[in-house]
Antibody
Framework: EVLLLESGGDLVQPGGSLRLSCAASGFTFSSYTMSWVRQVPGKGLEWVSSISSGVTYYADSMKGRFTVSRDDSKDTLYLQMNSLRAEDTAMYYC?????????WGQGTLVTVSS | DVVMTQSPLSLPVTLGQPASISCRSSQSLVFSDGNTYLNWFQQRPGQSPRRLIYKVSNRDSGVPDRFSGSGSDTDFTLQISRVEAEDVGVYYCMQGTHWPRTFGQGTKVEIK
């Protein structure tokens, strides 16, 4: 069974940093492109970032502030978020794939507020 | 960026009746490999999104056959042949052809 378990969400002040993690199981992690998608509470879905074999992609509003990485030896995906803004407040989902994303985690909530 | 436009944004449906959601893209979604990467997701209240359809018309395992996807190029449709109570939620289309990946605004399906 494919499982994606996010962690690391928290309340953080504007300008602060946070690192999200996604522990994957049930599939060969290293063989898949992985992505982060976020959702502001009560709003729609927004693609954040993806990573394949060393190649990374970002939405324009996250470039320079967010860094996606992965540790294939630990089957774990990461998202380092710096210079956080109030508008980054959202549920962050770990997702397998990027062209036809199939499995989603349960999400981890990031709240940016003073 | 490719803009994905869904309509309607709200869809009240009577149980047992059909429902249809349109998704239009601002650019063709045909990729250089010949595939069209248009996906549909269902998000039930309080849950993570779940993929229903990939590459326009391929239904995921476990998805009831009352769900079907169709379309081409820039014009796509998700159809529910007979709406059931468990179909309540928000439905999103998403394109996987162009960077950045983009989603439609979502269509909220509710029972009348």
């Amino acid at each position: 069974e494919v499982l994606l378990l996010e962690s690391g969400g928290d309340l953080v002040q504007p300008g602060g940093s946070l690192r999200l993690s996604c522990a994957a199981s049930g599939f060969t992690f290293s063989s898949y492109t992985m992505s982060w998608v976020r959702q502001v509470p009560g709003k729609g879905l927004e693609w954040v970032s993806s990573i394949s074999s060393g190649v990374t992609y970002y939405a324009d509003s996250m470039k320079g502030r967010f860094t996606v990485s992965r540790d294939d030896s630990k089957d774990t995906l990461y998202l380092q978020m710096n210079s956080l803004r109030a508008e980054d407040t959202a549920m962050y989902y770990c997702v397998r794939g990027v062209r036809t994303p199939d499995y989603w985690g349960q999400g981890t909530l990031v709240t940016v507020s003073s | 960026d490719v803009v994905m436009t869904q309509s309607p944004l709200s869809l009240p449906v009577t149980l047992g009746q059909p429902a249809s959601i349109s998704c239009r893209s601002s650019q063709s979604l045909v990729f250089s490999d010949g595939n069209t990467y248009l996906n549909w997701f269902q998000q039930r209240p309080g849950q993570s999104p779940r993929r229903l359809i990939y590459k326009v018309s391929n239904r995921d395992s476990g998805v009831p056959d009352r769900f079907s996807g169709s379309g081409s190029d820039t014009d796509f449709t998700l159809q529910i042949s007979r709406v059931e109570a468990e179909d309540v939620g928000v439905y999103y289309c998403m394109q996987g052809t162009h960077w950045p990946r983009t989603f439609g605004q979502g269509t909220k399906v509710e029972i009348k």
